[in-house]
């Protein structure tokens, strides 16, 4: 069972910066590949970013490309989602994924076996 925590949501302005943090359980976080999704009122869950068990790999939606960073700390048990240049259609809630199983579960967000709870994001204009 992996346990995942999220935090660093909260209110910002258009322009600014948040970084998300998802905490996990268990002592095979490396072994973990990791993504983070989001979802606003009224949409459907969307791909944000994910990264490879070494961080080798990463991905990123077309709409975060270039605003978006997603990396990881395996020593911590933890990967971050450092947002910059916010803009208002990205107020969502985010939730990061794991899967344990392979190297790197990409934008398919059936690929992940464990969600957190998830951390508001609003963006003001």
């Known amino acids: 069972q992996v346990h995942l925590v999220e935090s660093g949501g909260g209110l910002v302005q258009t322009g600014g910066s948040l970084r998300l943090s998802c905490a996990a359980s268990?002592?095979?976080?490396?072994?973990?590949?990791m993504g983070w999704f989001r979802q606003a009122p009224g949409k459907e869950r969307e791909f944000v970013a994910a990264?490879?068990?070494?961080?080798?790999?990463?991905g990123y939606a077309d709409s975060v490309k270039g605003r978006f960073s997603i990396s990881r700390d395996n020593a911590k048990n933890t990967v971050y989602l450092q947002m910059n240049s916010l803009k208002p259609e990205d107020t969502a809630v985010y939730s990061c994924?794991?899967?344990?199983?392979?190297?790197?579960?990409?934008?398919?967000?059936?690929?992940?076996?464990?969600w957190g709870q998830g951390t508001q994001v609003t963006v003001s204009s």
């Open positions: 994924g794991a899967d344990t199983e392979s190297y790197y579960a990409g934008s398919y967000y059936y690929n992940y076996d464990y």
């Open positions: 268990g002592r095979t976080f490396s072994s973990y590949s």
């Open positions: 990264i490879s068990r070494n961080s080798m790999s990463t």
